[in-house]
């Protein structure tokens, strides 16, 4: 009757976790900067109208400035975004000189991102201005620490009360141990948000009190985690407490917690969106349980032979499958956000995924031992077996600390997948007939998300006025069929189609249809390469 009970109330966790996940889908991604105007490094014959930022996904600017040649940064408040791209307003007046662009947005993954660009007017400055580091190693340090308290309180707190609640009774002290591992994840969940504002507009930590700060915190993605994961973390040390809803409490907050990890982040940012949220949901459910087992485990093992006995079957027949879940699913992530293998060895993000592998390893091994060495003898009643199982429980769950530890190293290196993005160059083409010609950039030149754009000229290389101009793409060697993308005109004289999706790499037709009047259409055609 329990394990019926159990098995539905999994069943109805997981399908709940995996509609929320779905509920939140969206097209979300680790933003990187694909093109810049003027671009990086140019030198200009006249100041500019018009600066221009473009992203690889939507983003939300965060903190906008130029720092003119005397070195004095002059905040950009005049600024629109359309979709992909900031436009910003320069100040008037920009004399001769190098100028840095510097700016600051955030993703909706909920990370900042940070970069600039330097352009010239005139004859660039013998001393180029600074743009400053950018980087408080203070505000990075403690962030780390939040984070890893927040995993603390999430793994090793909320799955303890489930697991106590469920599968192992612990009694008082490990009650005690699951809501200090509680209390530390609730409090540093609500002190990431006032460090994720911290991160979001470059300040430093002294400036945690300003009310602007946590605004900016929880106006990111990241704010939904905050709020639904401290919701968690109360109805779990509710649950702890409460003797008749004590059970549907923690199975709330562990499915609760679960999804608020797959809220924001680089893994839940990585598309498809119906496929990647709902494998960070089951990845973070299953360490929970496994994890959150660990302290209840040792303290029956601690009680006595019977308690102890107990304990581990109810272990042993979760664990097996959590970890075959967890394995599954952190193999996808894996695959999605590393993309290349060599990225595992070149990447920052792959080198932190080869520390935590080797960690995993570790905590495999002592999971073996146990498994196959210590749990025949400890579930005979042997007592130095049950000790001995004990510490090597306790092992395992320093294991654990340390693999969260590095994840949460994850918050500052963008995944290889997000760099190939930034790295791909746009291509240009040239197709011009006896009535017309066009300029056309896809940008990043790469399967995926692109942009489109376009300068339609006379064949004496004048501007050319088209009524409507309309993309047509098409692979038939893959079966694709046209797709069309009408563009629409830009204040700078492109014409421009934002959110195109090219699907696959390799060669594909391109065909620009310009309408010049009411009766007449041309039609540019070429092929374009396009990476994977």
Request: charged share 15%; with cysteine; aromatic share 6%.
């Given at each position: ?187 540093a969940t609500l002190v990431s ?19 602007s700060v946590w605004r900016a ?316």
């Amino acid at each position: 009757m329990r394990n019926r009970s159990l098995c539905r109330s999994a069943v109805l966790a997981l399908l709940a976790g995996w509609f929320w996940c779905c509920l939140t889908a969206a097209a979300m991604a680790h933003a990187a900067l694909t093109g810049a105007s003027p671009a990086d490094n140019a030198v200009l014959n006249a100041a500019p109208k018009t600066l221009s930022l473009s992203f690889s996904e939507p983003v939300s600017p965060l903190v906008l400035r130029l720092v003119l040649p005397s070195g004095v940064a002059s905040p950009l408040r005049d600024f629109a975004l359309r979709d992909r791209t900031l436009e910003i307003t320069p100040p008037a007046g920009l004399e001769n000189g190098t100028y840095v662009l510097t700016w600051r947005v955030v993703s909706e993954d909920g990370h900042p991102v940070s970069g600039s660009t330097i352009f010239s007017i005139g004859t660039p400055s013998a001393s180029p201005p600074s743009a400053g580091d950018g980087v408080d190693w203070l505000v990075r340090a403690a962030l780390w620490l939040a984070r890893t308290g927040l995993y603390i309180g999430l793994f090793l707190g909320i799955g303890s009360a489930f697991v106590i609640r469920w599968l192992i009774p612990a009694g008082q002290g490990g009650r005690r141990i699951a809501g200090a591992a509680m209390a530390i994840g609730l409090v540093a969940t609500l002190v990431s948000a006032g460090l994720q504002g911290l991160d979001a507009l470059g300040r430093p930590l002294s400036n945690i009190i300003d009310p602007s700060v946590w605004r900016a915190g929880l106006g990111t993605s990241f704010g939904w985690t905050v709020a639904v994961l401290s919701a968690a973390f109360l109805v779990a040390l509710a649950g702890l407490r409460w003797n008749a809803a004590g059970r549907t409490a923690s199975a709330v907050a562990l499915v609760a917690g679960s999804a608020a990890l797959a809220l924001s982040g680089h893994a839940s940012a990585a598309s498809p969106q119906w496929m990647m949220r709902p494998a960070v949901f089951l990845h973070a459910l299953t360490i929970a349980l496994w994890a959150g087992s660990l302290v209840p485990l040792v303290c029956a093992l601690r009680e006595g032979a019977d308690v102890g006995r107990r304990a581990l079957d109810r272990f042993a027949r979760l664990v097996p499958c959590a970890v075959a879940v967890l394995v599954v699913a952190g193999v996808l992530l894996a695959v999605v956000q590393v993309e290349h293998p060599a990225a595992l060895l070149s990447t920052a993000y792959g080198k932190v995924l080869l520390v935590k592998l080797a960690l995993v390893l570790v905590l495999f091994a002592i999971v073996a031992v146990n498994r196959w060495v210590l749990t025949g003898p400890a579930h005979a009643g042997e007592a130095r077996a049950m000790r001995r199982l004990s510490r090597m429980v306790l092992l395992e769950t320093l294991v654990v600390l340390a693999i969260l530890a590095v994840a949460a190293t994850w918050r500052f290196t963008p995944p290889p997948r997000a760099l190939a993005v930034a790295a791909a160059p746009p291509v240009s083409i040239h197709i011009h007939s006896a009535k017309a010609m066009a300029e056309v950039t896809i940008d990043p030149a790469r399967a995926g998300p692109v942009d489109v754009s376009a300068v339609i000229l006379a064949p004496d290389f004048s501007p050319m006025e088209a009524k409507e101009v309309t993309f047509v793409f098409s692979k038939p060697n893959a079966g694709v069929e046209p797709l069309r993308r009408k563009a629409s005109l830009s204040p700078d004289g492109l014409w421009r189609a934002e959110t195109t999706v090219l699907p696959l790499p390799g060669q594909w037709r391109l065909r620009v249809d310009v309408l010049i009047s009411d009766f007449e259409l041309v039609r540019l055609q070429d092929v374009v390469e396009i990476a994977p």
